[in-house]
């Protein structure tokens, strides 16, 4: 009997303090401003901040905060009077409202090891939470529990206990792994090439206590459950990573009671403590913080408004997720300032730990809330397969997003020869070589007034056109809102003289002493200097002014002018740079006849697929040329154009040339270029081995030696002696003594002709001249040697000289002997 009292007891105290833990009804309010005293003041309160507008922030408020936000004469708009009941309201009559328990995670981890554990490790707890709780880790690749040279990447979910989408996006994709692998080869490719880490709740106390005060769903509960001692709770574990910790109070707040408490110094809780040292055992290249809500993608920096040297690389992947999941990309601070983040200490700190590309997706929007109704669950998971599949897959070469290198170009100031090369460096940078070059060509260089009509001559980071000008049809806008960067470049540079102004028009409407615009120079076209001018202030009261600011409002158009006498004989790019807080929006910066500014009267793109780092030109006109180069990767990435490079051709050149290789056909009077030696065939290069006037790519005999280049073993030697026929017949002297392939063939292979007739002794029927046929020659290879061609003993030397011969003078009785000496043998 006393056990069932204590029982009912316990329960009874437990649902006291689970009603105690509830009781605040939680409102969702728009809070408007004026000015930004008022948004200072607001921010100052440290209230639950959800979004923020143009002029107004969006939180969820108690009734009391609500009564002291409006007693300061804010105006507010409640959006929802009970937050909790709206979720509620939608939700399934389920423990969790359908969504899933913190046992219910942890089941669905163990389930997952056992369906397939050739996968998915062993989880692994990286440390317990203030209560005792593990956090699990555990990592999908082709060997799971082996520690492998391959890319790593980390997902993790339930930073904030009340983000209930955030471990469903990420089961999602890991069942999506698991169902593919082995059937679709880009699935198994990125198992077997990756090791993907996941942690489904970072913040498992915070998760619970949801649980705890909210079985059915919509618990607000967002922090752990750190005990701070003044009898408020919790941490906001996504306020208390080092890099940037208390940076500010506007980022993290200091009050214990606040969402966005920090803790007592970086790292003071057990959770970030857990992450730090799982994330400073691997070497991440990505890690994806899942959050809700807002359709964003969000990197480092979020303590400030300002960019990390990597924002092209977190610009690109930023704008592919967009064109996947539609959600808006961009630094931290476009949603609220935040310090002491896990992306900007997961991409920030670089001593402990390797740079790791760190980024956020805030999951779902305004209408989703943190609570979606469980019909919207399959489109929000969904949406974030192909972000999480190419964030595996980047991990791989994340490099390759960026851009390649600019090239740097070299070329002789003038040239007077029919031929001239444009030169450039190879974009060489390893993880993301050039492809292609593109070569753009020049002229008619004049400088002058730009009138604001396009954008020829600037390049726009955030600029357009604007139908406020000065003088018609347009002008240069800034664009106005919160948390601007925007800039407006020159391409092309000036060389300043002497007396030379920077000079334009402008009109201005900037939040005072909080916004500026400034006006910068350059002369390289990467470090910029804001320069003064009669607009300009280095009043900075707010800590917000960069030097030589401008700021306030200009009265309507009004002229500019920055001296430029301390850079005579520079040349120098020009900027107009235009950077706003994140609160309070006016009209912005408008500028319009600006002066100097470089045109041309054409440009021409001479390749866009250019292999090499040279370009040849010929025949090209007398005049000033200029050059600029650009380079691409296999990612189809343009790099910006190199600075321009200027040549001028001294020399005309009239070439009337059929096979275009850059020489003249003979015989016309009008070339003044060298005349072609084949002028029907294309021959750049002019080669004539024999010097005969006929080019060797027209000549059928190159080495002038009498055989044929399709038949000579060396047709650019003559001096080489040859067997045409395979022989062995020393064939050099062919057309001399008439050693050929036919029909003087040395048949028996002795490469002689004795009597040096022109016919090889295999074929001479008389080898030696000797007026006696090989066939009846006792020596047929010498004409002195005596002979006795009828068998008969008579010495026939004196043949043609005493008559003796074959017949009619045999000599019969075979003495040999002709006595008398009358020819006759005896």
């Given amino acids: 009997?006393?056990?069932?009292?204590?029982?009912?007891?316990?329960?009874?105290?437990?649902?006291?303090?689970?009603?105690?833990?509830?009781?605040?009804?939680?409102?969702?309010?728009?809070?408007?401003?004026?000015?930004?005293?008022?948004?200072?003041?607001?921010?100052?309160?440290?209230?639950?901040?959800?979004?923020?507008?143009?002029?107004?922030?969006?939180?969820?408020?108690?009734?009391?905060?609500?009564?002291?936000?409006?007693?300061?004469?804010?105006?507010?708009?409640?959006?929802?009077?009970?937050?909790?009941?709206?979720?509620?309201?939608?939700?399934?009559?389920?423990?969790?409202?359908?969504?899933?328990?913190?046992?219910?995670?942890?089941?669905?981890?163990?389930?997952?090891?056992?369906s397939y554990p050739t996968l998915v490790s062993s989880?692994?707890?990286?440390?317990?939470?203030?209560?005792?709780?593990?956090?699990?880790?555990?990592?999908?690749?082709?060997?799971?529990?082996?520690?492998?040279?391959?890319?790593?990447?980390f997902f993790n979910a339930l930073h904030h206990a009340r983000e209930v989408i955030t471990p469903e996006v990420l089961i999602y994709f890991i069942d999506h792994l698991m169902a593919n692998y082995g059937v679709w080869p880009n699935i198994t490719e990125l198992v077997d090439e990756r090791e993907i880490w996941f942690i489904l709740c970072v913040n498992p106390d915070g998760y619970y206590h949801n649980e705890v005060i909210e079985p059915n769903g919509g618990g607000m509960w967002r922090k752990n459950r750190r005990n701070n001692g003044d009898g408020?709770?919790?941490?906001?574990?996504?306020?208390?990573?080092?890099?940037?910790?208390?940076?500010?109070?506007?980022?993290?707040?200091?009050?214990?009671?606040?969402?966005?408490?920090?803790?007592?110094?970086?790292?003071?809780?057990?959770?970030?403590?857990?992450?730090?040292?799982?994330?400073?055992?691997?070497?991440?290249?990505?890690?994806?913080?899942?959050?809700?809500?807002?359709?964003?993608?969000?990197?480092?920096?979020?303590?400030?408004?300002?960019?990390?040297?990597?924002?092209?690389?977190?610009?690109?992947?930023?704008?592919?997720?967009?064109?996947?999941?539609?959600?808006?990309?961009?630094?931290?601070?476009?949603?609220?300032?935040?310090?002491?983040?896990?992306?900007?200490?997961?991409?920030?700190?670089?001593?402990?730990?390797?740079?790791?590309?760190s980024m956020t997706m805030e999951v779902g929007g305004g209408s989703d809330g943190f609570w979606p109704p469980l019909s919207r669950k399959s489109d929000l998971v969904s949406?974030?397969?192909?972000?999480?599949?190419?964030?595996?897959?980047?991990?791989?070469?994340?490099?390759?997003?960026?851009?390649?290198?600019?090239?740097?170009?070299?070329?002789?100031?003038?040239?007077?020869?029919?031929?001239?090369?444009?030169?450039?460096?190879k974009s060489d940078e390893p993880n993301n070589p050039a492809v292609y070059y593109e070569l753009v060509e020049m002229q008619g260089e004049t400088i002058g007034t730009d009138n604001a009509d396009n954008f020829d001559s600037f390049i726009s980071n955030g600029f357009n056109l604007s139908t406020n000008f000065y003088s018609s049809p347009s002008s240069f806008h800034s664009d106005s809102g919160n948390g601007l960067n925007n800039t407006l470049t020159s391409i092309y540079p000036i060389e300043v003289t002497a007396g030379m102004s920077l000079t334009f028009r402008t009109y201005y409407n900037i939040e005072t002493d909080w916004d500026y615009a400034y006006v910068m120079v350059s002369t390289d076209g990467n470090s910029w200097s804001s320069i003064p001018g009669n607009i300009t202030t280095n009043y900075n009261p707010n800590g917000s002014n960069l030097g030589n600011g401008i700021t306030g409002y200009s009265g309507g158009w009004i002229p500019a002018t920055f001296d430029l006498s301390a850079y005579v004989g520079q040349e120098l790019y020009f900027r107009?740079?235009?950077?706003?807080?994140?609160?309070?929006?006016?009209?912005?910066?408008?500028?319009?006849?600006?002066?100097?500014?470089?045109?041309?009267?054409?440009?021409?793109?001479?390749?866009?697929?250019?292999?090499?780092?040279?370009?040849?030109?010929?025949?090209?006109p007398v005049g000033t040329y200029l050059y600029k180069v650009r380079a691409q990767d296999d990612e189809n990435q343009w790099s910006a154009f190199s600075p321009l490079a200027e040549t001028e051709v001294t020399a005309t050149y009239i070439c009337v040339d059929t096979d275009n290789d850059g020489y003249g056909d003979?015989?016309?009077?009008?070339?003044?270029?060298p005349d072609d030696n084949c002028p029907t065939d294309y021959n750049p290069t002019q080669t004539d081995t024999d010097s005969d006037g006929v080019g060797d790519v027209c000549d059928s005999d190159d080495d002038n030696d009498g055989i044929e280049d399709g038949l000579d073993t060396e047709p650019l030697n003559p001096n080489i002696c040859q067997d045409l026929d395979g022989d062995g017949c020393d064939d050099c002297t062919i057309g001399v003594d008439g050693f050929g392939p036919l029909p003087d063939y040395d048949t028996n292979n002795d490469g002689t002709d004795t009597d040096a007739d022109g016919i090889c002794?295999?074929?001479?029927?008389?080898?030696?001249?000797?007026?006696?046929?090989?066939?009846?020659?006792?020596?047929?290879?010498?004409?002195?040697?005596?002979?006795?061609?009828?068998?008969?003993g008579c010495d026939d030397c004196a043949i043609g000289v005493d008559g003796f011969g074959p017949l009619p003078d045999y000599d019969t009785n075979n003495d040999g002997a002709d006595n008398d000496a009358d020819g006759i043998c005896n």
Wanted: charged fraction near 20%.
């Fill in 576 to 620: 107009f740079y235009y950077n706003t807080d994140g609160y309070v929006v006016e009209p912005g910066f408008y500028v319009d006849d600006i002066y100097p500014v470089k045109t041309y009267a054409t440009k021409t793109i001479i390749s866009s697929t250019i292999i090499d780092t040279t370009y040849s030109f010929t025949d090209k």
């Fill in 666 to 673: 003979p015989g016309n009077p009008t070339n003044t270029c």
């Fill in 761 to 792: 002794n295999a074929t001479d029927s008389d080898d030696d001249n000797d007026g006696v046929p090989d066939a009846t020659d006792m020596n047929n290879t010498n004409p002195n040697i005596c002979q006795d061609l009828d068998g008969d």
């Fill in 232 to 357: 408020t709770y919790g941490v906001d574990l996504n306020r208390n990573y080092g890099t940037h910790w208390g940076y500010d109070d506007l980022g993290s707040s200091p009050v214990t009671s606040d969402e966005t408490y920090r803790g007592t110094g970086p790292f003071s809780e057990p959770e970030t403590q857990a992450i730090r040292d799982f994330i400073e055992a691997h070497e991440f290249v990505i890690t994806l913080n899942y959050h809700s809500y807002s359709n964003l993608l969000l990197w480092p920096w979020g303590y400030t408004q300002a960019y990390t040297p990597d924002e092209d690389i977190f610009y690109e992947i930023g704008d592919t997720v967009r064109n996947m999941n539609g959600y808006a990309p961009g630094p931290g601070w476009i949603l609220y300032v935040v310090n002491g983040d896990a992306d900007d200490w997961g991409y920030g700190e670089q001593t402990t730990k390797n740079k790791i590309f």
């Fill in 1 to 114: 009997m006393l056990n069932k009292v204590a029982i009912g007891l316990l329960l009874v105290l437990f649902l006291l303090t689970s009603q105690i833990f509830s009781s605040e009804i939680l409102k969702q309010v728009k809070i408007y401003y004026e000015d930004k005293e008022q948004i200072i003041n607001l921010l100052s309160m440290h209230l639950d901040k959800i979004s923020e507008g143009q002029d107004y922030i969006e939180v969820f408020v108690t009734q009391e905060e609500l009564n002291n936000i409006q007693s300061e004469g804010y105006q507010t708009e409640i959006i929802q009077d009970d937050i909790v009941s709206f979720y509620q309201s939608r939700m399934a009559a389920k423990d969790m409202g359908g969504w899933k328990t913190i046992d219910e995670i942890n089941d669905y981890i163990d389930n997952l090891i056992l």
């Fill in 123 to 153: 989880k692994i707890s990286i440390g317990q939470s203030l209560e005792g709780r593990d956090i699990w880790a555990f990592k999908i690749s082709d060997n799971p529990n082996v520690d492998e040279d391959e890319p790593e990447v």
């Fill in 383 to 425: 949406e974030n397969l192909e972000p999480n599949l190419f964030f595996a897959r980047i991990a791989g070469d994340i490099y390759s997003l960026r851009s390649p290198d600019v090239p740097a170009i070299y070329l002789p100031s003038s040239v007077d020869s029919v031929i001239y090369n444009v030169n450039w460096s």
